[in-house]
Structure formats: C-alpha cells, structure tokens
C-alpha cells in the first residue's frame, strides 16, 4: 500500500476556495501502486476522484511537464476526469511552476495550460479530446426521468436530450426552471443501472439562465457518489453538445455554475473556438490545508460517497 512518498494531496477544482469547488485527490508518483493500491486509496479519500501520476509515454513532452494519469472514483478506474485534470495541473503548478503541461489519459492525450491571475491564483485550462454528440433513444429519456423522479413536462424543449462525449459519456438533461433543477433526489440504484447500461459516467443536468449562462449539477452513482460538485469532462460535453445544437456560437465562452446546491459553488469555464472541435475548460484551483481532515463535509467532497 502507498508510503509517505505516495501520500495523496487534495486540491479543490474551479474554485479559488478550499471549501469550494470539487476536491480531488493528486498522487504525484504512483509508480509503485497496483491498481489495487489506486483503488483503495480512492475509496478511502472518498472524493469524486483521485489521480495517480506515473512517467509519460516516450516523446509526450519535456520532462516535468508531461505525464501518464490515472483516474479512479471510490468504486472504479474513469477513463478521464476534468476536474481532477484541473486540480493535477494546480498541483504541479505548485512545484514547477505555471505553464505548459500534457497528459497522457485512457481517453486520449490533454494538454492543459497553468496561469497565474493578478492576485496570484492559479487557473489552469485543458484541451478536450475530440468531442462528439449522439441521440438517445426515447425509452432511455424516460427510465432516466424515472430514475431521477423528473415529470417530462419539467423538461426544457430547447435544449433536448443528448448524450455527449469529450473524454467521458454523459446524458443532457435540461431543466424548464432553476427550481426542478434545485429539487434533486433520485433513485441511486435505479439511475445507477441505468447509467451503466449506457456506459454513462454522470447525467449532466442543466438550467438555461442566459444566452451564455448555465447551472448544472452531475449525478455520479457509478462512482459511488450521489453527485459531483463541480465536472469538467461533463463540462466539456456540453460545450460539444450546445455548439452541435446550435445553441451558442462556433465561437463562445460559457459559464457554468455547480455545486452551490451542495454548498461547495464552483465556475467553470468552457471556451469553443471555430475551426476546433475541441473544447476547452478552464477554472482555479487551491490546495486543500491538511487541518480541513479528509471530510469535508459531503462524504469526502462527492456528495454522500457510497
């Protein structure tokens, strides 16, 4: 099992706050660990998910500033996690430095850029992989609804149901109000089955509050966690998913507002640019004080870890 050396950190993501955002932990050399080891040590954080680091695949990049990551939830290995990416990046930045960095992921390979604001926090944006969006089947629309305990009438008829893809598989669903989107309390297992079913790794539900201004929350029940404070790859989906809709511009930047149902509010920032099908989010990041103790109050940060 991991030593000192392999002892996570614990950073928070799209939040300049530590009791803010999605905290995640960050292992910096995971070398020695078994995938066991990766597991265990998820499941014993607790937060939505960890990232382990190893060595980069030959010619990725310069050393110290390219990696391979590893993501695992309390309950399994996760092709890719954006606001653990986000938190890893912070991290880094703490030791390296701000700047260029790339990662080697299960979903393909994210470069991530580390800035420095005025006021000194860091912000770090990663580089999705190739998005794409895909219809969903009717009778699938209708088991999340009842999963989740939403009438279809609370539906949102201009923003219709899609799964979309930028490292992770997620279902849009968008709320007709603030109000139905506030108002979550679902069937962990029945949204769960659902979701594998569908390789799904969270539903991301949204609420339209302007042209360019959205509030979103995540269900996670195949990590373990009844919902993800703050989700950079379903973040990254939806950028894919409103340019594929037509709902924004070829070029846009859109602001996404999650977590402040759960009491840990998070932005983040999700940039299209035309002639890219690549979409970018960006957020901050803090490092998490030790004295704050494993929990923060949401079962480790992810909402009630199972």
Known sequence: MPDHTTAPL????????????????????????TDSDMLALAKD?????????????????E?????????????AEVPFCGHATIATAVALADRVGPGDLVFATRAGTVPVTVART???????????????????????????????????ADLDP????????????????????????ANLAYDFDRLEAFMRRLD???????WRESADVFHVRDPFPVGGVVEDPATGAAAAAFGAYARELGLVPDAATLTLHQGADM?????????LRAGD??????????????????????????????
């Not at 954080?45 to 990049?61: K, Q």
């Not at 201009?158 to 989107?181: C, D, E, K, M, Q």
């Not at 989010?281 to 870890?305: C, Q």
């Open 63 to 75: 050393a110290g500033r390219a990696y391979t990551v590893r993501y695992f939830s309390p309950r």
């Open 277 to 306: 099908a690549r979409v970018r989010v960006g957020g901050t990041g803090a490092r998490i004080p030790d004295e704050t103790g494993a929990d923060d109050g949401n079962g480790g940060g992810g909402g009630d870890a199972r």
């Open 200 to 206: 799904l790794t969270t539903v991301q539900l949204v």
């Open 158 to 181: 201009a923003l219709p149901p899609r799964i979309a893809f930028a490292g992770a598989r997620h279902l849009v669903l968008a709320a007709a109000t603030r109000a139905r989107l």
């Open 45 to 61: 954080l607790g937060h939505s998910e960890t990232a382990f680091l190893t060595a980069p695949p030959e010619g990725l990049g």
């Open 10 to 33: 614990r950073y928070t993501a799209f939040s300049a706050d530590p009791a803010g955002g999605n905290p995640a932990g960050v292992v910096l050399d995971a070398t020695r660990l």
């Open 118 to 152: 005025p006021d000194g926090t860091l912000r770090a944006t990663l580089t999705s992989v190739e998005p794409y969006v895909t219809d969903v089947a009717d009778a699938d629309v209708t088991e999340a609804l009842a999963a989740l305990d939403w009438p279809a």
């Open 263 to 271: 009491g840990r509010p998070g932005v983040l920032t999700v940039e």
